[in-house]
């Protein structure tokens, strides 16, 4: 029978989210395997290294804003640019020590499926607004026509007019 301890961490070792504890001094304590390979650093490497070195001032903020408050903080939407990931990132204060965790959810692919659909999205507006065009074009060019022949046979129908009252 597997203990409570076991259970969390085959959580810690499976989940696909990047997990990643560290100090108030920014010091990777622990980290999961996908936190290693998201960030393309192994745990050897990575265990007491400066997080700010690894995901910026931008990611380190919401673990600073933790140490400050004690609450949890997160921001649904955080690019690395130089891992090619965008993530929601949630970060919280463990009880009862100065170390906190985040979990970084890769929301890299939903963020390209939705930059995708907005692409399609404008690419079809443009194509409605340009066969609008064409068709006002076209109906202005028919109108134009049918103009010119109503003159055409108005002036045509005045002569005969003419010839027929009397050759005027």
């Known amino acids: 029978m597997e203990t409570e301890s076991d259970i969390l961490k085959l959580f810690w070792q499976y ?3 990047g997990l990643v504890i560290v100090d ?3 010091r ?3 980290l999961n395997p996908a936190f290693e390979k998201m960030f393309q650093i192994t745990r050897e490497n990575a265990i007491g290294f400066d997080l700010r070195k690894l995901i910026g001032e931008q990611g380190v903020e919401i673990f600073e804003e ?3 408050t004690g609450k949890v903080n997160s921001v649904e939407k955080i690019s690395f640019q130089s891992y090619g990931i965008i993530a929601k990132l949630i970060a919280f204060k463990i009880p009862e020590s100065e170390m906190a965790t985040g979990i970084f959810v890769d929301i890299t692919l939903e963020e390209m499926k939705k ?3 907005t692409k ?3 690419e079809t507006l443009d194509r409605i607004k340009n066969v609008v065009l064409k068709q006002m074009k076209v109906a202005q060019e ?3 026509l049918l103009g010119e022949t109503t003159a055409q046979t108005k002036a045509s129908l005045l ?3 003419n010839i027929i009252q009397g050759g005027k």
Do not use: G, Y
Request: hydrophobic share 45%.
């Open 28 to 30: 990777i304590r622990n």
């Open 120 to 122: 399609i999205k404008l």
């Open 66 to 68: 933790v140490f400050r």
């Open 159 to 161: 002569n005969l007019l």
């Open 24 to 26: 108030k001094d920014m």
């Open 142 to 144: 028919i109108a134009s």
């Open 15 to 17: 989940d696909p989210n």
């Open 115 to 117: 930059n995708e659909l």
